[in-house]
């Protein structure tokens, strides 16, 4: 049997609305991401297991893991042998660390090598991306990208290969903070405004280019003061219950950037030591948290999506 981990990760960067994602490690060692077990059998078979299994559909039709293996007999290997394909659900739905694009890139990933196909990296983002879509109602690759290949990851259709990594600081400390309960994703983008005037549409291009610039500068202090959201953000954030103490208290705490990740209602707190990290972690806990709750103190996972032995 075969096993292929694909990590969480922070859809928009805060700065990157749609383009810009990270993957993420929890520095303790921990896999926060979906597990997808694959090997040979008779016929095709499904089972979904793990922590957040009983959040999805019963019917294995119902699964996006699933439906990306009929897909992929369908369209891309109708001569695969029959599989044995198990998901293991360790991130919760509607968390905003990319759950479903873990389910379906872990699948995808699995599918590829099982099969021998080698398809190419654009091919492997479009396959997942027509998934992703399936839940978020529009191709959106910033979780797509970087749970695939690692890193933080400059993402779109009209990128190269759909990808174009970026460096980051080593120094990096970030706090991801789910509070114990989902935020639908459609209900999440159905507050976000239907427009942006032109002075706001510059605005944010400027902030996200140069962001990307000084990052390619090893500027990293002068990138991160630009970490503000003024697309999503004000709209999101009356939906977390909590985001706006949260937003207050953990600068005073010493945190570089506290923003939304993805659509929330994690949150995430990018800091500059480990020492401010645990600070923001501790009052994360106390004050964000109920009991469904969790957090992690993490690193830009470099690797992405692989194969575990």
């Not at 928009?12 to 990270?22: I, P, R, T």
């Not at 077990?37 to 893991?65: M, S, V, W």
């Not at 369209?75 to 739905?93: A, N, R």
């Not at 990307?212 to 500068?217: A, F, G, P, S, V």
Request: glycine residues 6%.
């Amino acid at each position: 049997m075969r096993k292929f981990y694909a990590p969480a990760s922070i859809g928009n960067f805060c700065v990157g609305f749609d383009s810009l994602g990270a993957s993420l490690a929890p520095i303790d060692g921990q896999l926060l991401g979906d597990v997808v077990y694959i090997e040979q059998a008779n016929d095709d078979r499904f089972e979904c297991i793990g922590e957040y299994a009983h959040k999805l559909p019963t019917d294995p039709k119902e699964n996006l893991a699933f439906q990306c293996l009929t897909h992929f007999r369908a369209q891309v290997k109708s001569d695969m042998p029959s599989v044995s394909l198990t998901l293991e659900k360790k991130l919760p739905v509607g968390s905003g660390l990319g759950s479903s694009a873990c389910s379906v890139v872990a699948t995808f990933a699995a599918l590829n090598a099982f099969a021998g196909t080698e398809l190419s990296q654009s091919q492997m983002i479009e396959l997942m991306a027509d998934f992703e879509a399936k839940v978020s109602g529009a191709r959106h690759y910033d979780n797509i990208t970087p749970c695939y290949l690692g890193g933080l990851q400059l993402t779109a259709e009209l990128v190269p290969d759909r990808a174009l990594a970026l460096p980051v600081d080593p120094n990096w400390y970030i706090v991801v903070a789910y509070p114990g309960f989902a935020l639908n994703t459609s209900k999440a983008r159905s507050v976000l405004p239907a427009t942006l005037t032109l002075s706001e549409s510059v605005e944010f291009a400027q902030r996200m280019s140069s962001f990307c610039t000084l990052l390619q500068l090893n500027r990293f202090d002068e990138a991160v003061v630009l970490m503000q959201d003024n697309v999503a953000e004000p709209s999101r954030s009356p939906l977390i219950e909590g985001f706006k103490e949260a937003k207050l208290s953990l600068p005073e705490l010493g945190a570089s950037v506290v923003s939304i990740s993805g659509a929330g209602p994690t949150l995430f707190a990018l800091c500059d030591s480990l020492e401010i990290a645990q600070k923001c972690q501790n009052w994360l806990k106390s004050n964000y948290l109920n009991e469904q709750g969790f957090s992690h103190i993490c690193k830009i996972d470099s690797m992405g999506t692989r194969e575990l032995v």
